[in-house]
């Protein structure tokens, strides 16, 4: 079970791949991890520095992380 | 004499008009259920940490992106790893975020989530090369050996599925979502057929559409009561929260297969079963949540379990 709560967080984290952490990422949380990333990922500085592209790389990641993330820890 | 003779050939001429026996015809199935027929992946062992795509060739191997270790792997049919390529990296063969997987007769097809092209490889797993693309890739299907359909990632664009050769030329496109539909709600997975048409299913909108190769639609349906996903305000942007349908896959009788979103009854597990005129057929239940369904030609489904650490091979069972 630790196995797969370890991987879930670090997994969410490769889906996003935005940045090295998701600061109050909690795989417990039963609300939003995949809003919550994304918004932390539009508000990265590396990402705003890169425009448009950027954005994009947020977004396709937000539906990565809806399909392979939702339903299992909670979304 | 003339009329037993008439009466004959006219006998003759009925039995292929008459009914399909049962299980042959695409609309006879009733039920379905599954036989799990092997498991590779535990949590005790180190086959598999968190898979992201799947594909099989006609020999029974089994290719499997693994984004936890960056890596494609194959499997024997019995499930025992044969080689594993890969590592973190953004040089030839090499992955960021390994996503999609899909196989042609002779090559793989990779994706990395925030590269716009296509890594091929062989079913060696030697690097062949990288078929460029104009945009991310939300989806990828192989077409055959030279040529594959993706589905691009637009921000607030209509939604396009690509099809390319092994350069990178578009070779058709299929517009298939108006550039007002809003943020996100032209995400799709999508199936073509052995004719070049496609079967879409829509991430966070309750509709499933089958297009010709000519970009035209031929049918729309709901599977879910016409449920609307949810928005959410995220930064400037109203963004859909609850998916419809994860994937979408042909069988080899004529049967489409429709993974349910968080908005199906069981989410992430139910499977609608539809003909090609897209009327449902049955439903049944995967025994774990899934990303994704696979369907071999040889009537093996591929779905996920504990949350992707091992991946499972059902035969469908028809009745």
Request: glycine letters at 16%; one cysteine or more; aromatic letters at 8%.
């Given at each position: 079970m630790k196995k797969r709560v370890a991987l879930s967080a670090v997994l969410l984290l490769a889906f996003l791949?935005?940045?090295?952490d998701i600061p109050?990422?909690?795989?417990?949380?039963?609300?939003?991890v995949c809003e919550r990333a994304l918004s932390d990922c539009f508000n990265d500085i590396m990402i705003q520095a890169t425009g448009p592209f950027g954005a994009v790389t947020c977004i396709i990641g937000y539906i990565f992380c809806k399909k392979y993330i939702d339903p299992s820890i909670g979304n | 004499m003339n009329g037993p003779r008439w009466m004959l050939w006219l006998a003759l001429l009925a039995i292929p008009l008459g009914p399909a026996p049962p299980?042959?015809?695409?609309?006879?199935?009733?039920r379905i259920t599954l036989k799990e027929v092997l498991s590779i992946g535990a949590l005790?062992?180190?086959?598999?940490?968190q898979w992201t795509g799947v594909a099989a060739d006609p020999d029974g191997f089994i290719y499997v992106l693994d984004a936890m270790d960056y890596s494609l792997k194959k499997f024997d049919p019995?499930?025992?790893?044969v080689k594993k390529t890969g590592r973190r990296g953004?040089?030839?063969?090499?992955?960021?975020v390994p996503r999609l997987l899909d196989a042609s007769p002779n090559f793989l097809f990779a994706t990395d989530q925030n590269v716009a092209g296509i890594y091929v490889f062989d079913r060696e797993l030697n690097f062949k090369k990288k078929i460029p693309c104009p945009a991310l890739i939300a989806h990828l299907k192989a077409l055959g050996d030279d040529k594959v359909a993706v589905a691009a990632m637009s921000f607030q664009g209509p939604g396009r599925i690509l099809v390319l050769n092994g350069e990178g030329k578009v070779l058709s496109e299929i517009a298939?979502?108006?550039?007002?539909?809003?943020?996100?709600?032209?995400?799709i997975s999508f199936v073509p057929d052995a004719e070049g048409r496609f079967y879409l299913a829509y991430l966070f909108q309750d509709r499933i559409e089958k297009w010709s190769p000519?970009?035209?639609?031929l049918w729309s349906r709901d599977l879910l009561g016409g449920k609307k996903t949810e928005t959410k305000k995220i930064s400037t942007f109203t963004l859909p929260g609850?998916?419809?349908?994860k994937d979408i896959a042909l069988d080899g009788r004529g049967h489409v297969f429709v993974l349910g979103g968080r908005?199906?009854?069981?989410?992430?597990?139910t499977v609608f079963v539809l003909n090609t005129e897209g009327e449902l057929l049955t439903t049944f239940t995967l025994p774990d949540t899934s990303h994704c369904l696979y369907l071999d030609r040889g009537q093996f489904l591929f779905a996920r379990a504990n949350d992707g650490i091992t991946l499972k091979k059902y035969r469908i069972l028809y009745d």
């Open positions: 791949s935005f940045a090295v109050g990422l909690d795989v417990d949380d039963s609300g939003g | 299980g042959l015809g695409e609309d006879a199935v009733s005790d062992d180190e086959a598999l940490f019995c499930g025992a790893l953004q040089g030839p063969g090499e992955f960021m298939y979502l108006d550039k007002d539909a809003g943020v996100l709600m032209d995400s000519d970009g035209k639609r609850e998916t419809c349908f908005l199906a009854k069981a989410p992430s597990r």
